[in-house]
């Protein structure tokens, strides 16, 4: 009888022949998660050197047993049965006995836990793209008449609006974004002021820097800009408040107490929007101007007197009152998808993550979509 | 003999700003045994299972577990006391992303050498241990509550820590699914000789499966009482006690029942 010795970490083990190709391996020690790993690899480098006909584990001296020691018995049991040879457990004691028969070792059957739900056929998945995408549009509708009837329900009820929510909400959306707002459209102005300038100074018409500035801010890109710094500052938060709200089934709540989720959460939103996004853009016209100013008075030796002149003649009522709905329109559009994405939350917080995600893209691809068709119209009719 | 100490806690001062929920609590838990902390809803039960596993770090005392002091010993030696414990949380915080397999998975092929297959297997084997065959490729979304903690619990035990803690295992749980709780609970303690710290003040589990409990108290702002539970029952001196146990209302001093 030929016997071989291994070590592995707390534990080592002993082969031993017995006759017709049967190995025995006797185990001692503890087999738990520190040396499973070690163990499979090393039993599994022994059957295949030696290619036994039946092995036998003998786990007399085993002093410790867990999941991961009878895992490397049901690895050591898959690799023999793969050659349709013998395999089996000797001296078992009470314990390790009680850990196997709870692991139900006889009859753990051999399969992958990880099968991977196939992907499946192209046209499959283009049909349930196009189901996907038809209830999409399905639920995007209904949600815009749910909206609708709650926004004239409000109109026609006042008092029935959330008034402190609507209030606070148009901190948040509103004053809370001043400051980024007014930042960026500082800079902007100053920046266009400044590009301008060069080209400009050439034909000696300086003082239509003025003009570029506040004609493009006021008609373009004011309620551009803000609409795109809100959309990425409330509209992710409308959508990942409500797909929170969502998942924790508070919208469930909400509604088995009788509130109609729309009118509740989303109301509030769409009409603080509207109420402070276009006050946002007038903010960002302003420093947008100022911005130009600076440049003006610092690089062109204009006075602040002909800058402000010149900035009052381009301007008519109508450039800034155009500015001012187009930011409604857009506010409208911000928080209606926002409020939307939110609502189709399923599952987990992955999926508040895409909602978000998806509020903020749908938002600036609808923003410059309605600009487009702004623009068209004026052309037109102006 | 005496039994070797696996946690212990030292003068332990727990505070949220102002309040301090409890002050110098000290206690052991014993290597193998079922340790049940219970106590009426806020008197910071949470608290203390998050101060025993390290989440918050305590305003002064120490929580010794396996001899490492986890609230001022180095981030290596945290994270080897970590390896040690595993915790089910009050809504089993299974990842809502992953299937089950991927969940109880996750900690085994991040901290283990096992090739991709054993993995499968041991998983398979920790998902049967729960009585949740079949249910590998499954999303947290798509089970029970009951399922889910018992997800939970088979995450948590992926490791074989030496300590399971259980923040209220039983909460929202039918009577029968919350005593095959009680039941999975006693065996892992009895196969695998897992140390289990149990936070609940679910009458019923405490007698099915404490060895030893302790009682806090919102207002003596510690514990109160401890011991075996059927004897706090019968024979504690603290009459709060007693009625906590008999499920009694309070009681006013005249023995008459407060409204
Ligand atoms: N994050 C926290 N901040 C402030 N106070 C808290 C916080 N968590 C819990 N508390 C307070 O601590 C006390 C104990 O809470 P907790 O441990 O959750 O109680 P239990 O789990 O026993 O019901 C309660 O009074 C609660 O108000
Ligand atoms: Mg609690």
């Known amino acids: 009888m030929k016997r071989f010795t291994g070590d592995l970490q707390s534990c080592n083990y002993e082969v031993s022949e017995s006759g017709q190709g049967g190995i025995t391996l006797h185990v001692q020690g503890k087999m738990d998660a520190s040396n499973a790993a070690t163990m499979i690899e090393t039993f599994s480098d022994l059957v295949k050197d030696r290619q036994p006909r039946s092995l036998t584990v003998d786990l007399q001296k085993v002093s410790y047993l867990d999941d991961f020691g009878a895992l490397v018995l049901v690895e050591t049991r898959k690799m023999m049965s793969n050659g349709k040879n013998h395999f089996c457990l000797q001296n078992v004691n009470d314990e390790a006995s009680k850990v196997l028969s709870i692991l139900h070792f006889e009859s753990l059957e051999k399969g992958d836990p990880f099968r991977k739900k196939r992907p499946p056929a192209m046209l499959i998945r283009l049909g349930e793209a196009t189901i996907h995408h038809a209830s999409d549009l399905k639920f995007l509708l209904s949600f815009l008449g749910s909206v609708c009837l709650s926004l004239l329900h409000v109109c026609l009820h006042p008092k029935s609006l959330r008034r402190d929510d609507t209030f606070l909400c148009m901190q948040k959306t509103g004053v809370d974004a001043l400051p980024i707002v007014g930042l960026i459209s500082f800079l902007l102005g100053l920046i266009m002021a400044f590009m301008s300038s060069v080209q400009l100074r050439q034909f000696g018409a300086d003082i239509y820097v003025a003009s570029l500035v506040s004609l493009s801010m006021t008609r373009e890109l004011g309620p551009i ?34 509130f109609d989720p729309t009118r509740f959460l989303v109301i ?11 006050l946002l853009t007038l903010f960002s ?6 911005g130009g100013l600076v440049v003006g008075i610092l690089t062109l030796d204009l006075t602040a007197n002909a800058y402000i002149t010149q900035t009052i003649k381009t301007l008519t009522l109508f450039d800034v009152f155009l500015g001012v709905f187009k930011s409604g329109v857009f506010a409208l559009l911000i928080a209606w998808i926002g409020c939307l994405r939110g609502f189709q939350v399923k599952g987990g917080a992955s999926s508040v993550g895409q909602a978000t995600t998806s509020a903020v893209v749908s938002s600036i691809f609808l923003i410059i979509l309605f600009n487009s068709v702004f623009s068209v119209i004026l052309r037109y009719w102006e | 003999m005496a039994r070797q100490a696996v946690i212990q806690v030292r003068d332990l001062v727990a505070r949220y700003g102002e309040d301090i929920i409890f002050d110098r609590v000290s206690f052991d838990v014993y290597e193998g045994e079922i340790f049940v902390v219970l106590g009426g809803s806020g008197c910071g039960k949470s608290t203390l299972l998050k101060h025993l596993v390290g989440l918050i770090s305590p305003d002064s005392g120490q929580v010794i577990i396996g001899g490492d002091d986890i609230s001022r010993c180095d981030d290596a030696t945290f994270q080897n006391v970590l390896k040690k414990i595993g915790v089910l949380y009050q809504g089993a915080a299974l990842f809502g992303s992953m299937t089950l397999s991927e969940n109880v998975a996750l900690p085994i092929i991040e901290y283990t050498d096992l090739p991709q297959r054993s993995v499968a297997t041991l998983v398979r084997m920790k998902l049967g241990l729960v009585d949740l065959d079949g249910y590998e490729n499954h999303l947290p979304s798509e089970i029970s509550g009951g399922m889910k903690k018992r997800a939970g619990l088979a995450r948590a035990m992926a490791l074989n820590p030496k300590i399971l803690f259980f923040d209220e295992p039983s909460a ?10 009680d039941n999975l609970i006693v065996h892992l303690n009895r196969s695998f000789g897992t140390t289990i710290v149990i936070v ?3 009458l019923q589990s405490i007698f099915a499966v404490a060895h030893r409990v302790i009682m806090l108290d919102k207002h003596a702002r510690g514990i109160i009482a401890e011991g075996d539970p059927e004897y706090l029952r019968d024979h504690s001196q603290n009459p709060f006690v007693r009625q906590f146990f008999n499920r009694q209302t309070k009681k006013n001093r005249d023995g008459t029942e407060e409204k």
């Not at chain 1, 803000?226 to 509604?255: C, N, Q, Y």
């Not at chain 1, 016209?285 to 100022?290: K, Q």
């Not at chain 2, 929202?172 to 709780?181: F, K």
């Open chain 1, 268 to 278: 509030p939103k769409i009409i603080a929007s509207i109420i402070v996004v276009p």
């Open chain 1, 285 to 290: 016209d302003v420093f947008a101007i100022i």
């Open chain 2, 172 to 181: 929202g749980l039918d009577p029968v699914t919350s005593a095959e709780l």
């Open chain 1, 225 to 258: 800009m803000t609409a795109i710094i809100v959309a990425g500052r409330s509209g992710s938060a409308f959508a990942a408040e409500i797909g929170t709200m969502k998942i924790s089934e508070e919208i469930d709540a909400l509604f088995t107490m009788g």
């Open chain 2, 200 to 202: 609940t003040h679910e």
